[in-house]
């Protein structure tokens, strides 16, 4: 937390959407069914990630209006990486059997990337490297950056 305070709750997804627990870096996007938010553990400019608010894991679990909403927000959030970041591509990653809420990752893929390979099975090492070699205060204020500009254009700021 970013005041200090230790909070235990049952469900981290459940307390991240509803506002009980902020994100470090704050909401970049919010609808009546979706979340989206940076993940500052990954200091990596753009990766977003996008949470259902309802407690489901399944892709075949949304509402109809959940599927409209997921898609054309995962869109909006795509067409402002690239537009304001310049982010060119990007890799999504999603899983059933999570911990927490449906949710979908969205890891910008940078060149200093494809020295861990060009498959889904450079995420986890780039992820890793993120985290253990980038989380010096340049890089955090160039991802602060990133998030500020991307919750501007999404929200047309």
């Known amino acids: 937390m970013p005041n200090g305070q230790i909070v235990e709750v049952e469900c981290l997804s459940c307390a991240l959407t509803s506002g009980l ?25 753009g990766l977003i990630i996008l949470a259902s608010k309802r407690h489901i ?10 599927k409209l909403d997921y898609i054309n ?3 909006k959030i795509r067409n402002a990486q690239r537009k304001v970041l310049g982010i060119e591509y990007v890799y999504y990653f999603y899983n059933e059997d999570t911990t927490h809420h449906f949710h979908t990752w969205m890891v910008p893929r940078y060149e200093w990337m494809y020295e861990f390979g060009r498959s889904i099975e450079s995420v986890r090492p780039v992820l890793l490297h993120s985290r253990n070699n980038m989380n010096n205060e340049e890089n955090v204020k160039e991802v602060l950056s990133a998030i500020e500009k991307l919750t501007k254009e999404l929200n047309g700021q």
């Not at 627990?21 to 400019?45: L, M, N, R, S, W």
């Not at 894991?57 to 959940?66: G, Q, V």
């Open 57 to 66: 894991r399944c892709f075949d679990e949304l509402t109809e209006a959940e």
């Open 21 to 45: 627990i902020e994100p470090d870096a704050g909401v970049v996007i919010e609808t009546e069914y979706f979340h989206a938010h940076q993940d500052v553990a990954y200091p990596i400019k």
């Open 73 to 75: 927000l995962l869109s």
